[in-house]
């Protein structure tokens, strides 16, 4: 169908890349991966050239990942049935994001490996010089906070379901720790992207909703900061 104007194409191009977002779970993966790494040329002093270099990787892979849905998309429609041609054009598109992604991680690697292990080195040694308990307590209180929310609305079994999540209250507050203990970018990044997995098996499993999810993440949040400030003045 032809386009009437300028602006029905941006509208049909953003529509494209929307719908590939949410049927594709490889494209969430590569949207999240790019958000990563911009947030990490933020931190680090890249040139001009370094940072061209950086979208240029992250355009490809995201442009291959639409051409292999769409692709796919129009395989199963003109086909239809299982055909072994239908799963070799198939194959060849899905192999066309993996040669891009492999490139992207090539050039993450020289761009950003110096910097960022640099940054894990200085940040460990804070964690690791810091007092251990005041993690502890701040996991054992959240834990608490969480079983006692629980109670009242009456919903899930304590370790399992219900409001608030557990799992995603104890991975805040181990993201919160990280970062108030290591004042790291690197570390709390790499904190985050684990407590982000956690909450995704959750809602994938279907064992909580986002806003037990969301709730959660901020008890966690919340309940660490607040033990941080306290004992910090003590």
């Known amino acids: 169908m032809k386009n009437r104007s300028l602006i ?24 999240a991966a790019a958000v990563l790494v911009l947030v990490l040329s933020l931190f680090y002093d890249l040139t001009r050239l370094e940072f061209i270099i950086v979208c240029i990787a992250i355009a490809l892979v995201i442009i291959c990942e639409l051409f292999n849905t769409a692709i796919e998309v129009l395989t199963d429609t003109l086909i239809g049935i299982y055909h072994p041609r239908a799963k070799v054009v198939k194959d060849t598109a899905a192999g066309a994001v993996f040669i891009s992604a492999l490139l992207s991680i090539i050039v993450a690697y020289f761009i950003f490996f110096d910097r960022v292990s640099t940054s894990l080195e200085s940040g460990i040694v804070r964690i690791k010089q810091a007092p251990m308990h005041m993690t502890v307590i701040a996991i054992v209180v959240t834990m608490a906070a969480v079983l006692i929310l629980k109670m009242v609305f009456k919903k899930g079994t304590p370790f399992s379901g219900g409001m608030p999540s557990g799992h995603s209250a104890i991975a805040f507050s181990a993201v919160t720790a990280a970062a108030l203990y290591s004042n790291n970018s690197a570390i709390t990044i790499l904190f985050l992207i684990v407590a982000l997995l956690v909450v995704q098996s959750r ?26 400030q306290i004992f910090s003045q003590i």
């Open 8 to 31: 029905d194409s941006f509208n049909n191009a953003l529509n494209g890349i929307i719908s590939t977002f949410r049927s594709e779970r490889n494209m969430k993966i590569h949207i």
């Open 203 to 228: 809602l994938e499993g279907k064992i909580h909703n986002v806003l037990e999810l969301l709730t959660g993440a901020v008890i966690g949040f919340l309940v660490t900061l607040l033990l941080f």
